[in-house]
């Protein structure tokens, strides 16, 4: 399509503007060529006419699609032009807050002027391990590009940062090599990187200054090369300087600062050791007060200065050397308030009336009268000899100006090299990267010597960076097979030649340098001369002889020659650093000794900026001109970047007011032309900028193709689709991978892509306004067909009420005009009824048949008729019954009188009394009987009356006594009168309490009432209490949860941090045992979350003895206490002293006591001893003579026995013989008891010379000893017997002597415990006085973090040692229990058992005989044995060669957990503690060992699974009461009878939590690499995404042809987790927390991965989230796992995905988005809608009002301010006791196992 087609009506263009540079506009006609001008309407709807240049027929710049602003890359813009490019940024850096950029190779950085939580470690572990094109742009991308290329290619790499002052060059710098030191995995010990970032503090303070352009502006350019070894470690780094300006020493502008050391020397004037530099204010000296600015905003000198000199200390500059520093810098200053004096015209001198000339000798410690004779004179040489000529006032400034700028430049040079040699390594580094910070292109209103290397500089950058970017393009093409043409590029060799060249302007100025009277004027004279005119780059300006004009690349820069001389010869007075040579200050003889051997490599530039090579400097070589060493040292600068693989960040500064996230576009045209960005779109521009994969071509495009267009090959496809939409082939081309595009050609298709979904669009709402009409239409109809069947049936409702009215009408005229007729007939019937009866009747016949043949009238007639009939018959029979009342009532009357009548005859009274006769009679008989019965009563009361007188007269005197008492009755009724009316008063009164009753009963009413209102106000407060009780209740119990949970993630973080230590250890000993050397190179990249653990255990199993304790030492001492904790610290340390002294005190008091004890006793006993011995050698000798007595008296009678055998006396039984008999026989009684206590004697001594013998180790006492009683023992013991019981006396005198000792052995132990208490107390309080005396050497951050670390470790260590012992308590107290208990019944056992031995032995004996002959099948108790020397073949074969695949997936569940207990339960049975020890610790190494060695999946899962069940094993059959509730009886039979193994079950447990956590980790190195691709980049519901243009920096492939990873492949991985779980016999709750932490890996990668990538917030991503989500959760509820907290897990992607898909305009909207959005935090929800990127031209973008109004509802919100979340956080894990229902005594092991040599018991 030819481009002028392209402006047609509505397209959107780019014009000048003077106010933004560039300004849109729409075409409102359609642009024909020849046409002069454009009719335009600017965005606020004003129209213009824009004019147009005849001859070029320039058109202006077409405006990118607004689905392709804010694009990543700039490169990925259709159109690539300098409005298209600014437009992006400032829409991604205002709207979107993005401050990274990619264009191409490029990173654009906008300094942003406020802090962004953007480079975090989350960060920097999010993007490491990326490729460049997955994630947003960032400085972490272009360094993590930069480290893999190092790592995969084996080649150096550099980082080039530049920009203008002010831009973030340093930062970004800073950002780069913080990311190298984080993911470089190397060791927390060698503290490389910390020295590397210590750095910047130091270069900062010495070279960084306030500018009116930046507050820490760099005053020079920095390359530093960051070492790395073989495995890609940090092992040191090397940093070069250029170009340090010198003259800001001396010279300040308005507004501007000093070097900020300076100002922070003076804040710090106060200080005490700062008090001999005899400083002051910053406003005292001129060298600080020039800029009248010594205070930046926000700044504290005092914190920054103690900033640098922790930097100085952390780099191993001591404090000596720094107070050197401190002390040269001062006489710097001093030196500038030195006033000098004219004295004449050619002569001067100084004037030291304020002394500081006389500070500056004492500082420096130089000569007082040569300082001052050499700054007021020169030494001139002839070849006869040397004059000394006095300098002008003039040039003595200068001089000593330039003394002060030689002096900081040397001191500069020093301070590098000592960071240099502490960045240092004394291997040599494999590899390094390179950061280059230099400044940016310059240009001022004056510019001079300064700015012309400056841009000198940035000259050489820019043609390298063309180069390479040409290399890139060529090669590029090359790899596709696309034809090459050469591209034309700018080339600023020419430019580079004017300045380097031969008789280029820096060898004509070294020309007129040497020159007796060359000036400024005179080289300019030669430029013009040399090169004008006969350069292209070279001009001058019209209105000066004395400047000269140079086109660089980025702009033309106009060159003031004033000073250019002096600056590039910087002299120096030779007899002024004579001087200073000769001081005695030695930090200062070290910065001017003669550089015959150079130590550094850079070198000072004596004026402006300079490169700084080396740290010292001969004064031959200081001769050489400036220009001179900078083309030198650039030209190796160029030497170095060449040999690297280079990646450019390019910092851009938006506005001059330092506002945020403010672009002033004239400000950012100027840096983006003069850095190179403008230029690298030219180049892309003239080639083919626009790249396409043929996937992705094919998915954004398919909209164009036809059905018949799409085939099998997509590439073929893809051609036919193209050369069918565009014409001309030029303007595209195939390779082999992708399709090649023109400038505008994307713009093109996306454009027809636009109409054919406009067209599309207008289709179906076509269709869809069409359904829609008719459906309206429908049901309008339908209304009005409603409405119109209600109006006519209203109508005929309306006609038949009307119709009926009429109707009615008619008939009530009709009755009324009959009855008018009626009654004037009737009136002339009564009138002529007699005289014409017959006329009337005949008149009315006629009428009634006239009415009869009227049909009309016969209804009502009827009716009528029927009414008078019905009236007649109701009036006749109320006649007729009227009638017949009267006539009844007349028949009555007539009867009535009648009755009367006949009443009154006789005959009438006759016939009623027919029966009275006999009535008579009969009352006649009962009237006699009545008589007689009243004779017989009379006779009876004439009895009675006699009898009655008597009683009459008694009762008479009983009257009479009556009367009596009637009387006195009388008294008292006047007494009950009395007693009535008190009565009735208290009757009264009654009635009174009655009254009150009633109203206290009212009141008790009331008091009731309001009782029961206060017991339910009482009941509801309670209830209320209670409710508040139980909410704090369940709150606390939360809390508790809560902090339950916590501290088991602790401890099992605590667990992960000892495994870790472990393995470190164990590490470190083999490497020790084998003494192998380091591994073999290689890139062992690691996941950048884990790199720090794994390469610190690499670097730490290299280490020697003396290294790792070297290491500890300086672990030790990064690591202090603040003050504060300092003073707590020195208390605890003289508290423990006191402790110690209490200790040691008591200690030698015990021991002198025990000593004095023990040598008492000693002497008791030896004493006792002498006695007792003197006391049995009495005895002993009477008892000798007592036997020689008798034995003489024995002797006797046998003689006189023998004398007179043959006498009858001595006959026996003769009475001598009697006598002689009982003699004898009482002589051996006492004989044999004098033995026996012969006996117990020598027994006794024998027992007290073992004893002396063992006290004094005597061998010639100890053999009297035993050789006397021996040898008295044979002479007593004649037959023997005395000797046997010595013998059994000497085993019992050796029991006794053992008991002793083994009591001096536990005494010996108890002192060497309190001597070994002793000599730790020692020790810890030497080791607390070593970490005091090196903590006061710390920093104070670093103080503050070793104090918190040593109090945490000795309050953990007594915490642990204090629960041990509590256990070991516990422990030992179940266990003595237990043991009772077992005595007690074996104790009963025993006893039952002798009973029944004593009863009846000869039974048992025969049933025990039985049942040898008659054996039953013994029961198998669940029980292994095996040998002592089977126990390694066991743990061999039944751990470390056992297999989960294979022979273990055919076993059940567990089944080394339960052979592993079965041994151990015949070990418990049999008492075996060394054995059980061994099998429980054997089992726990070999599980360790074999995880170690095989560490995937399945393995980790099968010994997890057995793990835990022989966890739950121990504690099923432990027999404590909690676990055997669960067992059956048999099962309780089988528990553990002699051990407690507890503390085993705490072991097993936290080998478990490793296992889990070892688990975990290996799952999500599985999962990590899965998750991104799947969950975001497939396009799992086809047709709804649509690709966006990608630039240079492509992405991963999204597509399912060539992703690997896909949706379907994380749910088959999820199947293949959750099955082999189960089917190794993990406990279901086990797994549930597995599949938990899976769902939160998932959840933290893909919405970590959507935060930072533009490209994936859309509302077809969003939709393409929910659907991946929903397939997640379907898999929870087909494997039944809806209660483990997955689904939970997931809701923060939830959210992000419906905040992608929800509307987002109205307030409404941010209300709803603040609702919905709970789980995310305030950041994640502004960048996700910041981030919306709309795919298609129909959506729409998020306005900036919107994320506001969000962001103020959101500000209340209190939460983490993490961006990211953690995916390296692993849940505490818990493992619920699971009892086995299998019996032990069921299981059967397996032949395959080969495990026959165990024993089943």
Same mark, same amino acid.
């Given at each position: 399509?030819?481009?002028?087609?392209?402006?047609?009506?509505?397209?959107?263009?780019?014009?000048?503007?003077?106010?933004?540079?560039?300004?849109?506009?729409?075409?409102?006609?359609?642009?024909?060529?020849?046409?002069?001008?454009?009719?335009?309407?600017?965005?606020?709807?004003?129209?213009?006419?824009?004019?147009?240049?005849?001859?070029?027929?320039?058109?202006?710049?077409?405006?990118?699609?607004?689905?392709?602003?804010?694009?990543?890359?700039?490169?990925?813009?259709?159109?690539?032009?300098?409005?298209?490019?600014?437009?992006?940024?400032?829409? %991604?850096?205002?709207?979107?807050?993005?401050?990274?950029?990619?264009?191409?190779?490029?990173?654009?950085?906008?300094?942003?002027?406020?802090?962004?939580?953007?480079?975090?470690?989350?960060?920097?572990?999010?993007?490491?391990?990326?490729?460049?094109?997955?994630?947003?742009?960032?400085?972490?991308?272009?360094?993590?590009?930069?480290?893999?290329?190092?790592?995969?290619?084996?080649?150096?790499?550099?980082?080039?940062?530049?920009?203008?002052?002010?831009?973030?060059?340093?930062?970004?710098?800073?950002?780069?090599?913080?990311?190298?030191?984080?993911?470089?995995?190397?060791?927390?010990?060698?503290?490389?990187?910390?020295?590397?970032?210590?750095?910047?503090?130091?270069?900062?303070?010495?070279?960084?200054?306030?500018?009116?352009?930046?507050?820490?502006?760099?005053?020079?350019?920095?390359?530093?090369?960051?070492?790395?070894?073989?495995?890609?470690?940090?092992?040191?780094?090397?940093?070069?300087?250029?170009?340090?300006?010198?003259?800001?020493?001396?010279?300040?502008?308005?507004?501007?600062?000093?070097?900020?050391?300076?100002?922070?020397?003076?804040?710090?004037?106060?200080?005490?050791?700062?008090?001999?530099?005899?400083?002051?204010?910053?406003?005292?000296?001129?060298?600080?007060?020039?800029?009248?600015?010594?205070?930046?905003?926000?700044?504290?000198?005092?914190?920054?200065?103690?900033?640098?000199?922790?930097?100085?200390?952390?780099?191993?500059?001591?404090?000596?050397?720094?107070?050197?520093?401190?002390?040269?810098?001062?006489?710097?200053?001093?030196?500038?308030?030195?006033?000098?004096?004219?004295?004449?015209?050619?002569?001067?001198?100084?004037?030291?009336?304020?002394?500081?000339?006389?500070? $500056? /000798?004492?500082?420096?410690?130089?000569?007082?009268?040569?300082?001052?004779?050499?700054?007021?004179?020169?030494?001139?040489?002839?070849?006869?000899?040397?004059?000394?000529?006095?300098?002008?006032?003039?040039?003595?400034?200068?001089?000593?100006?330039?003394?002060?700028?030689?002096?900081?430049?040397?001191? $500069?040079?020093?301070?590098?090299?000592?960071?240099?040699?502490?960045?240092?390594?004394?291997?040599?580094?494999?590899?390094?990267?390179?950061?280059?910070?230099?400044?940016?292109?310059?240009?001022?209103?004056?510019?001079?010597?300064?700015?012309?290397?400056?841009?000198?500089?940035?000259?050489?950058?820019?043609?390298?960076? *063309?180069?390479?970017?040409?290399?890139?393009?060529?090669?590029?093409?090359?790899?596709?097979?696309?034809?090459?043409?050469?591209?034309?590029?700018?080339?600023?060799?020419?430019?580079?030649?004017?300045?380097?060249?031969?008789?280029?302007?820096?060898?004509?100025?070294?020309?007129? /340098?040497?020159?007796?009277?060359?000036?400024?004027?005179?080289?300019?004279?030669?430029?013009? *001369?040399?090169?004008?005119?006969?350069?292209?780059?070279?001009?001058?300006? %019209?209105?000066?002889?004395?400047?000269?004009?140079?086109?660089?690349?980025?702009?033309?820069?106009?060159?003031?020659?004033?000073?250019?001389?002096?600056?590039?010869?910087?002299?120096?007075?030779?007899?002024?650093?004579?001087?200073?040579?000769?001081?005695?200050?030695?930090?200062?003889?070290?910065?001017?000794?003669?550089?015959?051997?150079?130590?550094?490599?850079?070198?000072?530039?004596?004026?402006?900026?300079?490169?700084?090579?080396?740290?010292?400097?001969?004064?031959?070589?200081?001769?050489?001109?400036?220009?001179?060493?900078?083309?030198?040292?650039?030209?190796?600068?160029?030497?170095?970047?060449?040999?690297?693989?280079?990646?450019?960040?390019?910092?851009?500064?938006?506005?001059?007011?330092?506002?945020?996230?403010?672009?002033?576009?004239?400000?950012?045209?100027?840096?983006?032309?003069?850095?190179?960005?403008?230029?690298?779109?030219?180049?892309?521009?003239?080639?083919?900028?626009?790249?396409?994969?043929?996937?992705?071509?094919?998915?954004?495009?398919?909209?164009?193709? %036809?059905?018949?267009?799409?085939?099998?090959?997509?590439?073929?496809?893809?051609?036919?689709?193209?050369?069918?939409?565009?014409?001309?082939?030029?303007?595209?081309?195939?390779?082999?991978?992708?399709?090649?595009?023109?400038?505008?050609?994307?713009?093109?298709?996306?454009?027809?892509?636009?109409?054919?979904?406009?067209?599309?669009?207008?289709?179906?709402?076509?269709?869809?306004?069409?359904?829609?009409?008719?459906?309206?239409?429908?049901?309008?109809?339908?209304?009005?067909?409603?409405?119109?069947?209600?109006?006519?049936?209203?109508?005929?409702?309306?006609?038949?009420?009307?119709?009926?009215?009429?109707?009615?009408?008619?008939?009530?005229?009709?009755?009324?005009?009959?009855?008018?007729?009626?009654?004037?007939?009737?009136?002339?019937?009564?009138?002529?009824?007699?005289?014409?009866?017959?006329?009337?009747?005949?008149?009315?016949?006629?009428?009634?048949?006239?009415?009869?043949?009227?049909?009309?009238?016969?209804?009502?007639?009827?009716?009528?008729?029927?009414?008078?009939?019905?009236?007649?018959?109701?009036?006749?029979?109320?006649?007729?019954?009227?009638?017949?009342?009267?006539?009844?009532?007349?028949?009555?009357?007539?009867?009535?009188?009648?009755?009367?009548?006949?009443?009154?005859?006789?005959?009438?009274?006759?016939?009623?009394?027919?029966?009275?006769?006999?009535?008579?009679?009969?009352?006649?008989?009962?009237?006699?009987?009545?008589?007689?019965?009243?004779?017989?009563?009379?006779?009876?009361?004439?009895?009675?009356?006699?009898?009655?007188?008597?009683?009459?007269?008694?009762?008479?005197?009983?009257?009479?006594?009556?009367?009596?008492?009637?009387?006195?009755?009388?008294?008292?009724?006047?007494?009950?009168?009395?007693?009535?009316?008190?009565?009735?008063?208290?009757?009264?009164?009654?009635?009174?309490?009655?009254?009150?009753?009633?109203?206290?009963?009212?009141?008790?009413?009331?008091?009731?009432?309001?009782?029961?209102?206060?017991?339910?106000?009482?009941?509801?407060?309670?209830?209320?209490?209670?409710?508040?009780?139980?909410?704090?209740?369940? +709150?606390?119990?939360?809390?508790?949860?809560?902090?339950?949970?916590?501290?088991?993630?602790?401890?099992?973080?605590?667990?992960?941090?000892?495994?870790?230590?472990?393995?470190?250890?164990?590490?470190?000993?083999?490497?020790?045992?084998?003494?192998?050397?380091?591994?073999?190179?290689?890139? *062992?990249?690691?996941?950048?979350?884990?790199?720090?653990?794994?390469?610190?255990?690499?670097?730490?199993?290299?280490?020697?003895?003396?290294?790792?304790?070297?290491?500890?030492?300086?672990?030790?001492?990064?690591?202090?206490?603040?003050?504060?904790?300092?003073?707590?610290?020195?208390?605890?340390?003289?508290?423990?002293?006191?402790?110690?002294?209490?200790?040691?005190?008591?200690?030698?008091?015990?021991?002198?006591?025990?000593?004095?004890?023990?040598?008492?006793?000693?002497?008791?006993?030896?004493?006792?001893?002498?006695?007792?011995?003197?006391?049995?050698?009495?005895?002993? =000798?009477?008892?000798?003579?007592?036997?020689?007595?008798?034995?003489?008296?024995?002797?006797?009678?046998?003689?006189?026995?023998?004398?007179?055998?043959?006498?009858?006396?001595?006959?026996?039984?003769?009475?001598?013989?009697?006598?002689?008999?009982?003699?004898?026989?009482?002589?051996?009684?006492?004989?044999?008891?004098?033995?026996?206590?012969?006996?117990?004697?020598?027994?006794?001594?024998?027992?007290?010379?073992?004893?002396?013998?063992?006290?004094?180790?005597?061998?010639?006492?100890?053999?009297?000893?035993?050789?006397?009683?021996?040898?008295?023992?044979?002479?007593?013991?004649?037959?023997?017997?005395?000797?046997?019981?010595?013998?059994?006396?000497?085993?019992?005198?050796?029991?006794?002597?053992?008991?002793?000792?083994? =009591?001096?052995?536990?005494?010996?132990?108890?002192?060497?415990?309190?001597?070994?208490?002793?000599?730790?107390?020692?020790?810890?309080?030497?080791?607390?006085?070593?970490? @005091?005396?090196?903590?006061?050497?710390?920093?104070?951050?670093?103080?503050?973090?070793?104090?918190?670390?040593?109090?945490?470790?000795?309050?953990?260590?007594?915490?642990?040692?204090?629960?041990?012992?509590?256990?070991?308590?516990?422990?030992?107290?179940?266990?003595?229990?237990?043991?009772?208990?077992?005595?007690?019944?074996?104790?009963?056992?025993?006893?039952?058992?002798?009973?029944?031995?004593?009863?009846?032995?000869?039974?048992?004996?025969?049933?025990?005989?039985?049942?040898?002959?008659? %054996?039953?099948?013994?029961?198998?108790?669940?029980?292994?044995?095996?040998?002592?020397?089977?126990?390694?073949?066991?743990?061999?074969?039944?751990?470390?060669?056992?297999?989960?695949?294979?022979?273990?997936?055919?076993?059940?569940?567990?089944?080394?957990?339960?052979?592993?207990?079965?041994?151990?339960?015949?070990?418990?049975?049999?008492?075996?503690?060394?054995?059980?020890?061994?099998?429980?610790?054997?089992?726990?190494?070999?599980?360790?060992?074999?995880?170690?060695?095989?560490?995937?999946?399945?393995?980790?899962?099968?010994?997890?699974?057995?793990?835990?069940?022989?966890?739950?094993?121990?504690?099923?059959?432990?027999?404590?009461?909690?676990?055997?509730?669960?067992?059956?009886?048999?099962?309780?039979?089988?528990?553990?009878?002699?051990?407690?193994?507890?503390?085993?079950?705490?072991?097993?447990?936290?080998?478990?939590?490793?296992?889990?956590?070892?688990?975990?980790?290996?799952?999500?190195?599985?999962?990590?690499?899965?998750?991104?691709?799947?969950?975001?980049?497939?396009?799992?519901?086809?047709?709804?995404?649509?690709?966006?243009?990608?630039?240079?920096?492509?992405?991963?492939?999204?597509?399912?042809?060539?992703?690997?990873?896909?949706?379907?492949?994380?749910?088959?991985?999820?199947?293949?987790?959750?099955?082999?779980?189960?089917?190794?016999?993990?406990?279901?709750?086990?797994?549930?927390?597995?599949?938990?932490?899976?769902?939160?890996?998932? /959840?933290?990668?893909?919405?970590?991965?959507?935060?930072?990538?533009?490209?994936?917030?859309?509302?077809?991503?969003?939709?393409?989230?929910?659907?991946?989500?929903?397939?997640? +959760?379907?898999?929870?509820?087909?494997?039944?796992?809806?209660?483990?907290?997955?689904?939970?897990?997931?809701?923060?992607?939830?959210?992000?995905?419906?905040?992608?898909?929800?509307?987002?305009?109205?307030?409404?909207?941010?209300?709803?988005?603040?609702? @919905?959005?709970?789980?995310?935090?305030?950041?994640?929800?502004?960048?996700?809608?910041?981030?919306?990127?709309?795919?298609?031209?129909?959506?729409?973008?998020?306005?900036?009002?919107?994320?506001?109004?969000?962001?103020?509802?959101?500000?209340?919100?209190?939460?983490?301010?993490?961006?990211?979340?953690?995916?390296?956080?692993?849940?505490?894990?818990?493992?619920?006791?699971?009892?086995?229902?299998?019996?032990?005594?069921?299981?059967?092991?397996?032949?395959?196992?080969?495990?026959?040599?165990?024993?089943?018991?």
């Amino acid at each position: 399509m030819a481009a002028p087609e392209l402006y047609s009506k509505f397209a959107r263009v780019w014009i000048p503007d003077t106010t933004e540079v560039w300004r849109s506009a729409e075409l409102t006609r359609d642009y024909r060529p020849g046409d002069t001008v454009l009719h335009l309407q600017l965005e606020d709807e004003t129209e213009v006419e824009y004019k147009l240049d005849p001859k070029s027929g320039v058109l202006p710049h077409l405006r990118n699609p607004d689905i392709l602003v804010g694009e990543n890359d700039l490169t990925a813009l259709s159109y690539l032009h300098e409005p298209a490019v600014l437009h992006n940024l400032r829409v %991604r850096f205002t709207d979107s807050k993005l401050i990274y950029t990619y264009c191409g190779i490029i990173l654009v950085a906008i300094n942003p002027y406020e802090s962004l939580p953007i480079y975090g470690s989350d960060i920097i572990n999010a993007y490491s391990g990326q490729n460049m094109g997955d994630m947003d742009p960032h400085i972490f991308a272009v360094s993590e590009e930069a480290y893999k290329q190092m790592a995969r290619d084996e080649k150096n790499q550099s980082i080039i940062v530049s920009g203008e002052s002010g831009a973030g060059k340093t930062v970004s710098a800073k950002y780069a090599m913080r990311y190298f030191a984080t993911v470089s995995g190397s060791s927390a010990e060698s503290s490389v990187e910390e020295k590397v970032l210590a750095s910047s503090p130091i270069m900062e303070a010495i070279g960084n200054a306030k500018t009116t352009r930046n507050d820490n502006s760099s005053r020079f350019g920095k390359y530093i090369e960051i070492g790395f070894d073989r495995k890609h470690h940090i092992i040191g780094a090397n940093m070069r300087t250029y170009l340090l300006e010198k003259s800001r020493v001396v010279f300040q502008a308005s507004e501007e600062r000093n070097y900020h050391i300076f100002y922070q020397l003076c804040a710090c004037a106060h200080l005490p050791e700062f008090e001999p530099l005899k400083l002051g204010s910053a406003d005292d000296f001129p060298y600080t007060n020039q800029g009248r600015s010594p205070i930046i905003e926000g700044v504290n000198d005092l914190k920054e200065m103690q900033a640098t000199r922790k930097a100085f200390s952390l780099l191993g500059i001591t404090e000596a050397h720094q107070m050197g520093l401190f002390q040269i810098l001062s006489a710097i200053l001093h030196l500038g308030n030195v006033e000098v004096k004219e004295r004449g015209s050619s002569s001067c001198g100084v004037s030291d009336e304020s002394g500081h000339l006389a500070v $500056f /000798c004492d500082l420096t410690e130089v000569s007082y009268e040569s300082m001052a004779h050499w700054l007021c004179h020169k030494k001139l040489k002839t070849a006869t000899e040397t004059l000394n000529k006095p300098v002008t006032r003039l040039e003595a400034v200068n001089g000593r100006d330039a003394l002060s700028k030689h002096i900081y430049a040397k001191l $500069f040079s020093w301070i590098v090299g000592q960071v240099n040699k502490a960045l240092s390594t004394s291997s040599k580094p494999h590899s390094f990267i390179g950061v280059l910070d230099i400044y940016g292109f310059e240009t001022f209103e004056v510019n001079s010597f300064e700015q012309f290397c400056i841009n000198y500089a940035n000259e050489k950058l820019q043609q390298q960076f *063309n180069m390479h970017v040409f290399k890139l393009e060529q090669e590029e093409y090359m790899k596709e097979q696309i034809p090459w043409t050469l591209i034309d590029f700018y080339d600023n060799q020419p430019c580079i030649n004017l300045i380097e060249a031969k008789m280029g302007l820096l060898d004509l100025l070294d020309e007129e /340098c040497t020159m007796p009277k060359g000036s400024d004027e005179s080289w300019a004279q030669k430029l013009y *001369n040399t090169h004008l005119k006969k350069s292209s780059h070279f001009e001058k300006p %019209r209105m000066s002889n004395t400047a000269f004009i140079i086109l660089h690349f980025a702009d033309k820069v106009e060159y003031q020659c004033d000073g250019f001389l002096e600056k590039n010869k910087d002299t120096v007075n030779e007899e002024q650093i004579n001087v200073l040579k000769a001081s005695k200050f030695a930090l200062l003889v070290e910065l001017f000794q003669d550089e015959e051997t150079p130590a550094a490599q850079s070198t000072t530039a004596p004026t402006g900026r300079a490169k700084f090579g080396r740290t010292t400097q001969s004064f031959r070589e200081h001769k050489k001109s400036v220009g001179l060493q900078f083309r030198n040292s650039l030209h190796l600068l160029m030497d170095t970047l060449n040999a690297t693989t280079p990646h450019y960040v390019r910092c851009i500064k938006p506005n001059d007011v330092k506002a945020p996230f403010i672009m002033d576009p004239h400000r950012a045209v100027q840096q983006l032309r003069a850095c190179g960005v403008l230029e690298t779109i030219r180049i892309s521009a003239t080639g083919f900028p626009s790249r396409w994969t043929y996937q992705e071509f094919f998915s954004r495009y398919r909209v164009l193709m %036809r059905k018949k267009d799409i085939l099998s090959d997509r590439k073929l496809t893809c051609q036919n689709v193209l050369e069918r939409l565009v014409q001309n082939k030029d303007k595209y081309q195939f390779g082999k991978t992708k399709i090649f595009f023109r400038a505008g050609q994307v713009a093109y298709l996306e454009k027809l892509r636009a109409d054919k979904l406009r067209t599309a669009c207008i289709n179906i709402q076509k269709t869809i306004r069409c359904w829609l009409a008719r459906k309206k239409y429908l049901q309008i109809r339908q209304a009005a067909i409603t409405l119109q069947k209600y109006t006519r049936g209203h109508q005929a409702r309306c006609l038949c009420n009307n119709l009926r009215r009429t109707r009615a009408a008619v008939i009530f005229q009709k009755n009324t005009r009959m009855w008018a007729a009626r009654r004037q007939y009737l009136r002339q019937k009564a009138a002529a009824v007699l005289i014409q009866r017959l006329l009337r009747g005949y008149t009315a016949r006629l009428e009634y048949k006239r009415l009869v043949f009227e049909r009309k009238a016969l209804l009502i007639q009827r009716w009528v008729r029927g009414f008078l009939a019905r009236w007649r018959f109701r009036r006749i029979k109320r006649a007729v019954v009227y009638l017949q009342c009267c006539v009844r009532r007349m028949l009555a009357r007539r009867e009535l009188k009648k009755l009367k009548i006949e009443a009154r005859s006789v005959e009438h009274f006759k016939k009623l009394n027919v029966g009275m006769e006999n009535k008579i009679m009969q009352l006649q008989r009962k009237l006699d009987e009545q008589h007689k019965e009243n004779r017989e009563l009379s006779e009876q009361i004439s009895s009675l009356e006699s009898h009655s007188a008597a009683e009459m007269e008694k009762l008479h005197v009983r009257i009479k006594t009556l009367q009596e008492v009637e009387e006195e009755s009388r008294h008292r009724g006047d007494l009950v009168t009395s007693l009535q009316e008190e009565l009735e008063l208290v009757r009264q009164e009654l009635e009174k309490n009655k009254e009150m009753v009633a109203d206290l009963n009212e009141k008790n009413t009331l008091l009731k009432s309001e009782k029961d209102e206060m017991n339910r106000l009482i009941q509801e407060q309670e209830q209320q209490i209670k409710e508040k009780a139980e909410s704090t209740h369940q +709150e606390s119990t939360e809390h508790l949860q809560a902090q339950l949970n916590e501290e088991r993630f602790r401890y099992q973080n605590l667990l992960t941090e000892h495994l870790k230590l472990e393995e470190r250890y164990a590490d470190l000993r083999s490497e020790k045992e084998e003494a192998v050397d380091l591994s073999k190179p290689g890139h *062992n990249r690691v996941d950048s979350g884990y790199g720090s653990s794994q390469t610190e255990s690499v670097h730490s199993s290299v280490l020697t003895g003396s290294e790792v304790s070297t290491m500890e030492k300086e672990d030790a001492v990064q690591t202090a206490a603040d003050v504060s904790l300092l003073l707590k610290l020195q208390r605890r340390v003289t508290e423990l002293e006191k402790e110690n002294m209490d200790l040691q005190s008591e200690m030698d008091t015990k021991e002198e006591q025990l000593q004095q004890q023990q040598t008492k006793e000693l002497e008791d006993c030896q004493r006792i001893l002498v006695a007792e011995r003197d006391y049995e050698a009495l005895k002993r =000798q009477e008892l000798e003579s007592d036997n020689k007595k008798l034995k003489k008296d024995l002797q006797e009678l046998r003689q006189s026995l023998s004398k007179g055998k043959g006498s009858k006396v001595a006959s026996p039984g003769g009475q001598a013989y009697n006598v002689v008999l009982e003699q004898l026989n009482s002589t051996n009684e006492e004989l044999e008891v004098r033995k026996e206590e012969v006996l117990i004697l020598r027994s006794q001594l024998v027992s007290q010379e073992a004893f002396k013998h063992k006290e004094t180790g005597s061998e010639g006492d100890s053999g009297e000893s035993s050789r006397s009683p021996t040898l008295d023992l044979h002479e007593l013991n004649e037959d023997g017997e005395l000797w046997m019981a010595y013998e059994s006396l000497k085993e019992t005198n050796r029991i006794l002597a053992s008991q002793l000792q083994t =009591q001096g052995q536990s005494h010996e132990k108890e002192v060497e415990g309190l001597r070994a208490e002793l000599q730790r107390l020692k020790a810890e309080l030497d080791q607390q006085q070593q970490m @005091m005396s090196d903590s006061l050497e710390l920093p104070h951050d670093a103080r503050i973090q070793a104090g918190l670390q040593h109090e945490i470790s000795r309050l953990t260590q007594q915490n642990m040692d204090l629960l041990e012992q509590t256990g070991k308590q516990d422990k030992m107290i179940r266990k003595l229990k237990k043991h009772l208990k077992i005595y007690m019944k074996k104790f009963g056992e025993a006893e039952a058992g002798v009973h029944i031995e004593q009863s009846s032995p000869d039974v048992v004996g025969e049933s025990g005989r039985m049942v040898s002959i008659v %054996r039953k099948e013994r029961d198998f108790r669940g029980m292994l044995e095996y040998r002592k020397e089977d126990e390694n073949k066991l743990f061999k074969i039944l751990i470390t060669e056992l297999k989960p695949r294979g022979v273990a997936v055919n076993l059940i569940p567990g089944l080394p957990a339960y052979v592993l207990f079965m041994c151990l339960r015949h070990a418990d049975y049999a008492n075996d503690d060394q054995r059980v020890s061994t099998l429980l610790n054997s089992s726990i190494n070999s599980i360790k060992s074999v995880l170690k060695k095989r560490g995937d999946f399945e393995t980790i899962s099968f010994w997890l699974a057995n793990t835990c069940r022989f966890l739950h094993c121990l504690k099923q059959y432990s027999g404590e009461e909690g676990y055997t509730k669960h067992n059956t009886p048999r099962q309780n039979e089988h528990c553990l009878t002699n051990f407690d193994l507890s503390e085993y079950c705490q072991v097993l447990s936290d080998l478990a939590i490793q296992i889990y956590q070892q688990l975990i980790r290996v799952i999500e190195n599985i999962l990590h690499p899965m998750i991104a691709p799947a969950m975001l980049e497939q396009e799992t519901i086809q047709g709804v995404m649509g690709v966006k243009p990608t630039g240079m920096r492509k992405r991963t492939s999204s597509f399912p042809e060539d992703s690997s990873h896909s949706l379907e492949s994380i749910l088959k991985q999820l199947d293949v987790f959750y099955y082999t779980l189960l089917q190794h016999g993990n406990d279901t709750d086990l797994v549930r927390q597995v599949i938990k932490q899976q769902f939160y890996l998932i /959840c933290c990668v893909t919405l970590n991965n959507l935060l930072l990538r533009k490209d994936m917030c859309s509302w077809s991503k969003g939709l393409q989230i929910r659907y991946n989500v929903c397939q997640l +959760e379907e898999w929870l509820l087909d494997k039944d796992l809806q209660g483990s907290g997955a689904r939970e897990s997931l809701e923060p992607l939830i959210q992000a995905a419906q905040l992608l898909q929800i509307k987002k305009k109205s307030q409404d909207d941010a209300d709803a988005i603040c609702t @919905m959005c709970s789980a995310l935090t305030t950041q994640q929800i502004v960048k996700i809608l910041s981030l919306y990127t709309p795919v298609n031209e129909f959506e729409e973008r998020v306005s900036i009002s919107f994320i506001k109004s969000v962001q103020n509802l959101l500000k209340d919100r209190k939460e983490s301010s993490q961006l990211l979340m953690d995916a390296k956080i692993i849940f505490s894990v818990t493992f619920p006791f699971n009892p086995s229902s299998v019996a032990l005594e069921t299981i059967q092991i397996p032949s395959s196992l080969n495990l026959s040599f165990l024993t089943r018991v």
